[in-house]
């Protein structure tokens, strides 16, 4: 995951690539008067904010400039957009989604993300919802959904939003209004969307949210062991009894899900970890490294500019005055 010096260009190109795809995607149409409604909402909502604002869980956001590649690790999510483009990379794999689009991740991975499309006449302009495991698993159980066969592909996909799910969005922005309602009718909407996602398109990749036994809940165990050690030592053999799988298996299903072996992620950690810190801080260089883990300042500098195409200090120097998407 490194700062792609093409992105500039992507970025000016993007929004002329959107605009044509836009006109050519014809399932749009019938979604307009809908996505027009959450363009509205999530302007009004996040404005005055720089950053993503948190509304009952929910997280509404506009940006009037595209921005460079950021890694960062992105957990369970829907994220839809209602207005311009975003690009996100997992492991060499490129995600691109624009409005009437969402993103659906199921375990926590690190991607490096980017809005291609976005201007002060025509921000870019999305709206993001935790998954919840429970909220999954139960509805999979009282509707006794057929089974369907895990996706063969990483634990992330994009999907052109049904009309039925942008209005269950559109209804749970408009609960922000009254505190009240949102208290008392929000749950069930975040279930409908919950539902929307299980029945739709990435089905069979949300079901496996919900399931105990399934081959991303294996995964999300062990990545939420490795971010407890990141900074530490890991032995494969230690990891997988963490988990209850053998190393191959481990392996196997790890890479299945994220495109990368564990200890190939907690490198990304550790380097995505410390380029926070060099953002605060870029002369400290030997800091950053120690604090993730590193012993050698030379081997923590080869694998940052190895990730992110240049060394540490330079790098940090270029993101200060480059212009970031927040999370």
């Not at 869980?57 to 400039?65: C, D, E, I, N, P």
């Not at 201007?119 to 057929?146: C, I, N």
Request: with cysteine.
């Amino acid at each position: 995951m490194h700062l792609d010096r093409s992105a500039p260009v992507l970025a000016r190109s993007a929004h002329g690539c959107f605009n044509s795809a836009l006109n050519a995607r014809s399932w749009l149409t019938g979604l307009m008067p809908a996505l027009a409604d959450l363009r509205d909402r999530i302007a009004r909502l996040a404005e005055g904010y720089s950053q993503p604002r948190q509304i009952d869980g929910m997280k509404v956001f506009s940006a009037t400039q595209t921005t460079v590649p950021l890694g960062n690790v992105t957990e369970p999510v829907m994220a839809l957009v209602a207005q311009g483009a975003k690009r996100s990379v997992l492991g060499g794999q490129v995600f691109d989604y624009a409005a009437g689009q969402f993103l659906i991740v199921t375990v926590d991975l690190p991607l490096t993300s980017h809005i291609t499309a976005a201007s002060a006449d025509e921000p870019f302009l999305a709206v993001s919802l935790p998954l919840d495991p429970r909220t999954v698993a139960q509805l999979f159980l009282e509707s006794r959904l057929p089974g369907r066969v895990a996706p063969a592909g990483p634990a992330l996909s994009t999907s052109d939003a049904s009309p039925e799910l942008l209005d269950a969005v559109v209804r749970l922005l408009r609960l922000a209004d009254t505190p009240d309602d949102q208290r008392i009718l929000g749950p069930a909407v975040k279930r409908e969307i919950h539902w929307r996602l299980l029945t739709g398109p990435q089905g069979g990749l949300v079901r496996q949210v919900g399931l105990a036994d399934s081959r991303v809940a294996h995964v999300a165990r062990a990545i939420a062991w490795i971010k407890n050690h990141y900074d530490e030592v890991i032995r494969i053999e230690d990891l997988a009894a963490e988990v209850n799988l053998s190393i191959s298996s481990l392996n196997r299903h790890f890479r299945a899900a994220t495109s990368m072996s564990p200890l190939q992620y907690q490198k990304q950690i550790r380097l995505q970890r410390a380029r926070v810190r060099l953002l605060v801080n870029p002369v400290d260089v030997a800091g950053a490294g120690h604090a993730v883990g590193y012993a050698s300042a030379s081997q923590f500098t080869r694998e940052y500019r190895r990730l992110f195409g240049a060394p540490p200090g330079l790098d940090a120097t270029r993101l200060q005055s480059a212009h970031l998407a927040p999370e």
